[in-house]
């Protein structure tokens, strides 16, 4: 199952080569979301996988992101012990369009000169 959430890139990491088949490549996206007059701030990390690592490299500290993401959970054990951890595995990154900034104040040289009145005709 896919998942998409949206969220400003607060944290960026470089790839790990972890195996000689397998790199990955973690970041963290900040969520803010206003819930009756308090805002919460989630902070969850992602990882990128193999050739996927690369889609990082165009999105900078402070952008704005659509992601598109699947939750992996793993059972390992160890010694007798049985744990579980889960991965938020990001397959899909878009940037957000950047808002419209405002035009630029007006000067003196920018306003037309008055029409005048001494019209040929």
């Known amino acids: 199952m896919s998942f998409e959430i949206t969220g400003k890139i607060i944290e960026k990491y470089d790839s790990v080569q972890v195996t000689e088949r397998f ?11 206003d819930v009756g007059g308090n805002e919460f ?3 969850p990390k992602f990882q990128l996988t193999q050739d996927r690592c690369e889609l990082l490299d165009s999105v900078q500290i402070g952008e704005e992101i659509k992601l598109q993401f699947n939750i992996r959970g793993r059972r390992w054990e160890k010694d007798g012990q049985v744990n579980y951890f889960n991965n938020l ?3 899909k990154i878009e940037k957000m369009s950047a808002p419209v900034s405002q035009a630029p104040p007006h ?6 000169p008055e029409p005048s009145d001494d019209l040929p005709f």
């Open 107 to 112: 000067t003196l040289e920018d306003i037309p």
């Open 41 to 43: 701030i989630d902070t």
């Open 89 to 91: 595995e990001a397959w």
């Open 23 to 33: 790199r990955k490549r973690e970041f963290v996206i900040e969520i803010r979301k």
